[in-house]
């Protein structure tokens, strides 16, 4: 964990006084989190993704900053899980029937593509039509499978997704956040504190909880 810079925080000037618990030293001017609960929460975390997993639940993964999209993606598709990598669209999950109608229309733009009726349609129109193809396979392409609400929210910078995580405390649906120095412990079910600005560190948190999730499925397909 020390490897990928987990422990480091923000400046000691940014930060949330309810981390207080989580911080462990302050060094040159930064806080230094407390490993062993990141340890501790990352494990309870796991096992709640293992077991939501395995009961065939649905998982939603969200991370939208530069230095996060990417390993988000990345971790999705290797778990088969949902995800958000570019920009969380207000109302997404507490306004679902527009975003099932997007969904609707993503999907069957993307079948007409694919059976080449829009290359047969006058250029404008078939223009028009690619270019909203382009714009949900964007920002909803991560979701484009997914049937409802999800279970369960994984997110990577509280203050960056503050929008998608009000909408789950909105829905009740569980959220795991990682957390850095300047966030708010009490805001997710679970919250892993964690430098959120160092891709290294977003990594080995994904990488954990994707193995967990992988297992999860694992059993689900077995018991099948």
């Not at 049937?147 to 995580?165: F, N």
Request: charged share 25%; hydrophobic share 40%; with cysteine.
């Amino acid at each position: 964990m020390m490897e990928a810079g987990i422990h480091f925080g923000h400046g000691t000037r940014k930060w949330n006084p309810r981390m207080a618990p989580y911080i462990s030293a302050r060094r040159n001017g930064i806080h230094i989190l407390n490993l062993t609960r990141t340890a501790r929460f990352l494990s309870e975390a796991c096992d709640l993704v293992f077991d939501a997993a395995s009961k065939g639940k649905q998982l939603l993964i969200v991370g939208t900053k530069n230095k996060a999209a990417d390993s988000v993606a990345r971790a999705a598709i290797r778990a088969r899980c949902h995800y958000v990598s570019k920009k969380w669209l207000g109302g997404m999950l507490t306004n679902w029937y527009t975003t099932e109608t997007r969904l609707h229309k993503l999907r069957d733009l993307r079948t007409e593509q694919k059976k080449g009726r829009l290359d047969r349609l006058p250029k404008r129109d078939a223009a028009m039509l690619k270019r909203q193809l382009s714009h949900l396979e964007t920002y909803l392409g991560g979701i484009k499978y997914m049937a409802g609400l999800p279970d369960i929210v994984i997110i990577v910078d509280q203050q960056e997704e503050y929008t998608a995580l009000r909408e789950c405390i909105t829905l009740g649906i569980p959220t795991i956040c990682l957390i850095d120095t300047n966030c708010d412990p009490d805001l997710a079910d679970i919250s892993i504190p964690a430098n959120d600005d160092a891709i290294a560190s977003i990594r080995l948190i994904l990488n954990k909880l994707v193995f967990a999730i992988c297992e999860g499925r694992s059993s689900y397909i077995r018991n099948s």
